[in-house]
């Protein structure tokens, strides 16, 4: 079993940063990728970044692209999403996941950490 646990999210004024991370532990996760996602009051989780474990291949989000980067370290089984350039509609629970495959349901989810993105 993967446990995966984020960290880094806060209160930060519009067009600060933050940088978000995701610890895996329990078993050394060698699966195929880890992503973020994001839950708006009162909205659907939504897909925020993706990279590939291995190759480090990212996708993003429209709504975040140019201002989010997402990045790995394998040593420490370990990912971060960089936040730039905040905005009040990026205010979201932020969820970590993980699955061991390609083009199957994230099967690891974390327990979320609060953006708050003030004006």
């Known amino acids: 079993q993967v446990q995966l646990v984020e960290s880094g999210g806060g209160l930060v004024q519009a067009g600060g940063s933050l940088r978000l991370s995701c610890a895996a532990s329990g078993r050394t996760f060698s699966g195929h990728s880890m992503a973020w996602f994001r839950q708006a009051p009162g909205k659907e989780r939504e897909f925020v970044a993706r990279?590939?474990?291995?190759?480090?291949?990212?996708s993003y989000a429209d709504s975040v692209k140019g201002r989010f980067a997402i990045s790995a370290d394998n040593a420490k089984n370990t990912v971060y999403l960089q936040m730039n350039s905040l905005k009040f509609e990026d205010t979201a629970v932020y969820y970590c996941?993980?699955?061991?495959?390609?083009?199957?349901?994230?099967?690891?989810w974390g327990q979320g950490t609060q953006v708050t993105v003030s004006t």
């Open positions: 996941a993980a699955r061991r495959y390609a083009f199957v349901s994230w099967e690891y």
């Open positions: 990279i590939t474990w291995s190759g480090g291949s990212t």
